[in-house]
């Protein structure tokens, strides 16, 4: 197995590559601006994908054990890691090949020879595609924001999220670990990937849905005058008025009762 380079924070790239000078040159590349992970095949790249946590994989196509296709197909297969973006490099032009990369779900497709920056770019374009995806959910909470594929484990996980989170908002005692258990999954398995789709932490994720609807609210009733600030407050599920209060003025840099007068305009 390949020697494993020790992570530090920040963004962590798998490298999966046979060719031991090919490797060593991608990670040359990559070295000043990304933490680096290294595999020779899809079996190591499996097992350190197990043990360390990975942002982003890198992989050739052609490989011995098990090929990149191979490997991208286990990762989408696997709910633990299917998140993380995939990048197949690869000597094939055939377009058969490269239909079958993004039936596996890979992310993009990058033919060798590339040139160095041309792989910066790839890279970075790719994980700001997604950051950029996130933020705007972040703001009103729509699914289809995330721009993750109609079929895929992930999808079907965020629209699971998203109706648990909807029928228990009102509960103020409904907590992360209630969260884990209405999906069937630990808490950490929750966090984690919340943390890489949306961007926000289980807790961080409730919270931000609520301050969604209680924004809703506040908006219907500048006209209506149905709910005050603390009936909309506990209508989604805060019992302390002044947290509702410090935790929408975060949220939308604006206090809900300025919103709810109208002086945000």
Do not use: W
């Not at 840099?253 to 305009?265: A, E, K």
């Amino acid at each position: 197995m390949v020697p494993v380079m020790q992570p530090s924070p920040g963004i962590t790239i798998l490298v999966v590559e046979d060719n031991n000078d090919m490797r060593r040159f991608i990670c040359s590349v990559l070295r000043d601006k990304y933490n680096l992970l290294e595999a020779s095949n899809g079996e190591e790249a499996l097992s350190i994908l197990l043990s360390n946590q990975v942002d982003f994989i890198i992989s050739d196509l052609m490989m011995p054990v098990m090929d990149g296709l191979e490997l991208s197909r286990r990762v989408k297969e696997d709910f633990a890691i299917s998140h993380i973006p995939f990048l197949m490099l690869t000597a094939k032009t055939g377009q058969e090949s490269r239909l079958e990369s993004y039936r596996v779900g890979v992310d993009e497709y990058l033919l060798k020879p590339f040139d160095e920056e041309l792989l910066l770019t790839r890279i970075s374009n790719i994980l700001e595609n997604k950051r950029r995806h996130q933020s705007k959910f972040n703001i009103d909470m729509d699914v289809d924001e995330l721009n993750i594929e109609d079929e895929s484990r992930d999808k079907k996980f965020i629209d699971q999220v998203m109706e648990v989170v909807k029928n228990n908002y009102k509960n103020s005692y409904f907590e992360v670990g209630d969260f884990a258990e209405a999906l069937g999954i630990s808490r950490s398995l929750l966090n984690k990937k919340l943390q890489n789709l949306t961007r926000q932490s289980a807790t961080k994720f409730m919270r931000n849905y609520r301050m969604s609807i209680a924004r809703e609210l506040i908006l219907k009733n500048r006209k209506t005058r149905n709910m005050n600030v603390s009936e909309i407050a506990y209508e989604v599920g805060f019992n302390d008025s002044k947290y509702f209060t410090r935790c929408f003025t975060r949220q939308f840099n604006v206090t809900p009762s300025s919103m709810l007068n109208g002086d945000d305009t």
